[in-house]
């Protein structure tokens, strides 16, 4: 990518997704003051984010998913205070993100799957603004923040194949317009939370491969619009609770390698 582009101090929007574009992302672009979206998904770029990007400070989208990007981000990323959409899933960048992180609490759209970042996410919790929250495959760690609760307009939650321990926040329950919730492959610990029967727009709920302990709660019998629960590989005990059979539009329900005991519920047809 010509580092010549950012001599175009007054352009908006740059998109150069879904080509060949090889190289490094031209630390020049934090020239272009006027940049409100800039758009390199799709390409094989690779070495480290330029720390001179945060002078983008009109930015308010800043895509690069899918490429071969290196390094952490960059001390300085809170200055793009406008930040709504980040996506740089599909990368190699690791580490922890840095402190300035958690000011970017416009936040709506954050992506940064099949990374190899790690620490912990308690700067979650004054990310209210969030629709799309997407962190899988990478080396998180710690608690699941309750604080999450508080991003009532989340659709997606998807946390799977970390290292996060502890327990499912109750505060979950609290958002009612979640679609889907994937926190498989962790080593969470706790009991399913009752509350999860609440988030009534519910489609995927997927807790499997952690330590989950106690029954199946009888209230996921009322997620009646979900489609694909699985429960497997935990330690859930008691019996299958005959209000899964409410769960008509269920297409896939899966709870093997547990402990649980005693009958399937007679309406399992």
Not at 65 to 73: D, F, M, Q, R, V
Request: charged letters at 15%; glycine letters at 10%; a negative charge.
């Amino acid at each position: 990518m010509p580092p010549q582009l950012g001599r175009l101090g007054e352009l908006e929007q740059l998109f150069l997704y879904d080509n060949s574009f090889t190289g490094g992302i031209p630390a020049e672009f934090g020239d272009l003051g006027s940049l409100q979206i800039l758009d390199l998904g799709n390409n094989t770029l690779h070495g480290a984010i330029p720390g001179r990007l945060c002078g983008c400070s009109a930015m308010w989208a800043f895509v690069a998913g899918n490429n071969n990007l290196t390094g952490a981000l960059p001390d300085c990323i809170g200055d793009l205070s406008n930040l709504k959409i980040l996506v740089i899933f599909h990368n190699d960048l690791d580490g922890e993100l840095p402190p300035s992180f958690a000011k970017l609490t416009l936040m709506e759209r954050l992506e940064l799957g099949e990374n190899q970042f790690s620490g912990s996410i308690g700067w979650l919790a004054n990310f209210t603004n969030l629709k799309i929250l997407d962190t899988p495959d990478n080396r998180f760690s710690g608690a699941i923040p309750p604080e999450l609760g508080r991003c009532k307009n989340l659709t997606m939650l998807n946390m799977y194949s970390n290292r996060f321990t502890g327990a499912i926040p109750s505060e979950l329950g609290e958002l009612t317009n979640l679609e889907e919730l994937r926190l498989f492959d962790n080593a969470l610990s706790s009991e399913i939370p009752r509350s999860l029967g609440r988030c009534a727009s519910l489609q995927l709920l997927q807790l499997s491969m952690n330590q989950l302990i106690g029954p199946i709660p009888t209230e996921l019998g009322d997620l009646r619009s979900l489609r694909d629960l699985r429960l497997q590989i935990n330690r859930l005990t008691g019996r299958v609770p005959a209000s899964l059979t409410n769960l008509v539009n269920l297409t896939y329900l899966t709870f093997s390698s547990n402990s649980l005991s005693g009958p399937l519920p007679e309406n399992i047809g």
